[in-house]
């Protein structure tokens, strides 16, 4: 039985006096040097102060500025007449039966958009690590025909506080700021001190069609002396955006996924269609030429198992051929349903011949274990609810004439 624990909203419905101060959340420390500038900051107390923010926003992770107690109230109040430290509104969180946590997040209004755009953001707890799956694009451009998310349209790219967001939102709910109490249903949480230790950038979007606010994001992830996260536990998966692959590598030194899924130009070009654009000798290219690629720092590529598409061992024996001299990890993950989807889930035993195959050859061929799955967190399954819930209303609407 599917156990749906909390599917509840977190904060009450938006008044429609929407809140036009820009958050400073998300912001580096030139940013924040020009923000403090024009309230009037002296140039000369601009370093000690950007200090100040920078120490209060991203290691203690206050939310008020009165919570700025080395900061005077005069100050104090200057930077709450013109910033505000929100974070993306919740919408929905739900907590599936397995601790995975997944949020309905609406962000700003920009430009002419007349509805808040929302994405999914999802927490995945385990003994010794949690790891946060974030996105960097309303919707998605690509198509895939196994993923839910690519039923669901573009409507554009994160902001850098948008991206940033979404992990300081996520401390904030699983209580993982020095000090914080835990949530009162934190069921699974790691035994580690930090409660996120990894963040992947598998979420709604391909990260590299926006390169710029994905990289300055992990860049503020990253620091250490704030959100600290080891860019060795930060994770870029791409579906194969070829040119930006080696000008990742070299600008941002993060760990790398490949979304393959397949090893013949012909299947690939329907499950993933970029592969139109930049087939797969190119792609291989690029990952053989990625900066730093070693033992140590491995790509990890990720094909979904389908069944009767993509599962055979013939499939397997091409995906070692095809991998051969590039240090990987090969992540086998099992379908996950979504309605609508004509595909099914290979059966448990032939991904595990699979899996033998790619382990005789040397590679590492982890099963992902699906979590999530009754809440549809699970990787392929994001896809803003509130499309759903909008169109059922719609629907509604016009039946009853209103």
């Known amino acids: 039985m599917v156990l749906l624990l909390d599917n ?10 929407e809140d036009t101060r820009p ?3 998300g912001l580096g420390r030139a940013q924040l040097a020009e923000a403090l500038a024009s309230i009037g900051v002296p140039p000369k107390h601009l370093r000690m102060r950007v200090a100040q923010l920078w120490s209060w926003i991203y290691v203690r992770g206050v939310t008020s500025f009165d919570q700025m107690t080395d900061i005077s109230k005069d100050l ?29 997040l609406r962000l700003p209004r920009r430009g002419r958009e007349v509805m808040p755009p929302e994405i999914e953001t999802v927490y995945i707890p ?7 799956c974030i996105s960097s694009q309303v919707g998605c451009t690509l198509n895939c025909s196994f993923c839910h998310t690519g039923t669901q349209r573009l ?7 948008e991206i940033v967001g979404q992990i300081m939102l996520a401390r904030d709910r699983i209580g993982d700021w020095p000090g914080a109490e835990p949530p009162g249903d934190g069921r699974l949480l790691p035994s580690t001190e930090r409660k996120i230790t990894n963040i992947v950038l598998m979420g709604m979007g391909e990260p590299l069609y926006n390169f710029e ?22 994770t870029l998966s791409t579906s194969g955006v070829v040119p930006e692959i080696p000008r990742w590598g070299a600008e941002s030194g993060t760990m790398l996924a490949i979304s393959l899924h397949a090893t013949r130009d012909d299947l690939r070009n329907e499950l993933v269609p970029i592969n139109r654009k930049y087939p797969i000798a190119e792609l291989m290219a690029a990952c053989r030429a990625y900066p730093g690629l070693s033992n140590a720092k491995r790509i990890t590529f990720e094909y979904v198992m389908l069944k009767g598409v993509n599962d055979s061992l013939a499939d397997a024996k091409e995906l070692v051929k095809l991998l051969r001299g590039i240090p990987a990890k090969i992540n086998l993950i099992p379908f996950n349903p979504w309605p609508g989807t004509k595909y099914e889930c290979s059966d448990w035993e032939q991904i595990e011949r699979f899996a033998e195959v790619v382990n005789r050859a040397g590679y590492a061929s982890p099963v992902r274990t699906p979590r999530g799955r009754d809440i549809f967190a699970a990787c ?3 896809k803003s609810e509130s499309m759903r819930l909008k169109a059922s209303a719609l629907r509604a609407s016009e039946a009853t004439g209103s």
């Not at 509840?8 to 006096?17: F, G, K, V, Y």
């Open 23 to 25: 958050s400073l959340v």
């Open 76 to 104: 104090r109040a200057r930077l709450d007449a013109a910033y505000t430290l929100a974070r993306p509104e919740i919408v929905r969180e739900q907590v599936s039966v397995d601790g995975t946590r997944k949020w309905l």
């Open 213 to 234: 606010n994905v990289k300055a994001a992990m860049e503020i992830a990253s620091d250490g002396e704030g959100l600290s996260i080891s860019k060795r536990r930060i």
């Open 155 to 161: 409507v554009r790219n994160l902001e850098v506080q």
């Open 126 to 132: 385990e003994i010794d690590r949690g790891t946060l």
């Open 380 to 382: 392929g399954q994001l």
């Open 8 to 17: 509840r909203p977190c904060h009450s419905p938006s008044s429609d006096l």
